[in-house]
């Protein structure tokens, strides 16, 4: 999961996904070569760095984007593809919030998936989005939990819950207790997705230089990030990076820590397999807190996902590491062939809270996802690039919420994790 680089020419490559194979935009951005003068200068070129970007052209700013690798290099580029709105830790973030916490979460539930749409639509992004989620039941006690999710909600338009019965017509196996469908999540494409948004950033103007990692962010009479190639010369700076950067370590070491996940992609199971299990094309998550989660592809391949690591070692086989479990859910898969493996790094912040903020007057970072990024990325870059033209309201709120720093760093702080994600493990198992 390193860097990838082919061998002569040494240019970066996409990691060896289904993504990868399956991505339906060429284009390539050049290295940066000399000085340039910027308003924006956004570092990243995942969801948050583009997204941000695309945002800000949209206003009229002058943005330049700088990627280590390959737009979609990072987890944008390697992710399950679900769709899933939501904000984590609501009571943590309601004692901080006060009042004002219920219109927040209202407003911000389902807007990235709003930007997501909108954008598809406006730019003509193929990324295979279709709607359509279930949180499936992994153990019988985890319908309670459904089944006061779907009470809290107040418009169950797009709400079901559903039995056993049904959850075993809709999704082929005797595995889950019944489950929570929620028709405006969905899944997609996500290099597709991140690619077609950077085409569309670089449309309105923004400059984009691939092969390009940010060294340092130099503040002197303005700001300045240095790049082995070139400088630019930025009013604000955007630091997008997520679990893959290492800059500003003084004020952002100990705060977010990168964990392995790992996802398998089998051979094409035609029409008569797919429809058997998924017959509505639905994004399955478990119940579980270390959750396994699953949908079809376009080609009718099962996209399976699961596994978390935080000892910064990959598996020796992501296949023999998930094949038992996607089996069994679906021992008819046993004998069909995984065409793709591969893994992808996911920042973990220990509040859950995503890191959205400033760290000096015009240097600000979005970051810490936690595995959930692919709505809430685009939520924060629309945050990110409120704050930069001025308004900066919900910015603060989040400001507010106060991370839990281990200063000992990276080591200690995955250490942590591993125990935080054992525990959750057992809880699991005990249901
Ligand atoms: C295997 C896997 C499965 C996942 N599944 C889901 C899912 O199903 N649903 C969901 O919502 N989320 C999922 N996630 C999480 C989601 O993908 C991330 O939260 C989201 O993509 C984060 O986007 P990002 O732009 O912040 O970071 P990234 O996409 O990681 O992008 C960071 C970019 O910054 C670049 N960079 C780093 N340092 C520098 C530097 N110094 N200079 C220049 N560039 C730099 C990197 O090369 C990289 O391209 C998954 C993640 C993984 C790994």
Not at 19 to 29: E, G, K, S, V
Not at 69 to 74: E, F, K, R, S, T
Not at 98 to 105: I, K, N, P, S
């Amino acid at each position: 999961m390193r860097n990838q680089r082919s061998g002569a020419a040494g240019a970066p490559l996409h990691a060896g996904s289904y993504y990868a194979a399956t991505r339906n935009d060429p284009a390539r951005y050049p290295r940066l070569d000399g000085d340039l003068d910027t308003e924006v200068c956004i570092i990243g070129g995942g969801f948050s760095g583009v997204s941000t970007a695309l945002t800000l052209a949209e206003r009229g700013a002058a943005v330049t984007l700088v990627e280590a690798n390959l737009i979609g290099w990072g987890a944008s580029g390697r992710n399950g593809g679900q769709m899933i709105a939501g904000i984590e830790r609501k009571e943590r973030l309601t004692r901080v919030w006060g009042e004002r916490a219920r219109d927040v979460f209202r407003a911000l539930r389902f807007r990235g998936h709003e930007i997501i749409a909108g954008r598809v639509e406006r730019y003509a992004i193929d990324c295979d989005l279709v709607r359509g989620a279930i949180t499936a039941a992994a153990r019988p006690g985890h319908m309670k939990k459904l089944e006061a999710e779907y009470r809290a909600e107040e418009d169950k338009t797009h709400v079901e819950l559903v039995d056993r019965e049904t959850v075993r017509r809709l999704l082929g196996t005797d595995a889950y207790h019944g489950g929570l469908i929620e028709r405006r999540d969905g899944h997609l494409h996500p290099l597709n997705l991140c690619l077609g948004e950077a085409r569309a950033a670089a449309s309105l103007g923004v400059r984009i230089f691939e092969d390009t990692p940010a060294m340092a962010i130099k503040e002197d009479n303005g700001l300045t990030v240095t790049t082995p190639t070139g400088r630019v010369r930025a009013r604000s700076v955007v630091i997008a990076g997520n679990a893959y950067h290492r800059l500003e370590r003084r004020r952002l070491g100990g705060l977010l820590f990168p964990a392995g996940s790992y996802i398998i992609c089998t051979e094409p199971l035609g029409a008569e397999r797919a429809e058997a299990i998924n017959r509505d094309n639905l994004a399955v998550i478990d119940s579980n807190l270390v959750i396994d989660y699953f949908r079809l592809t376009p080609d009718r391949r099962l996209l399976f996902g699961g596994l978390c690591h935080y000892s910064n070692r990959d598996p020796r086989s992501i296949s023999g590491a998930l094949r038992p479990r996607m089996e069994r859910i679906y021992p008819g898969l046993a004998r069909a062939r995984i065409d793709y493996e591969w893994g992808g790094h996911i920042g973990i912040v220990i509040t859950r809270v995503p890191l959205i903020r400033r760290i000096a007057p015009e240097i600000y970072v979005l970051q810490g996802y936690s595995g959930h990024g692919i709505a809430m990325s685009h939520i924060a870059s629309e945050i990110v690039a409120d704050a930069i033209c001025g308004h900066s309201e919900r910015l603060e709120l989040f400001e507010k919420v106060p991370q839990w720093r281990i200063p000992a760093g990276q080591w200690l702080g995955n250490q942590i994790l591993a125990l935080g994600m054992a525990w959750y493990r057992l809880k699991d198992w005990l249901g």
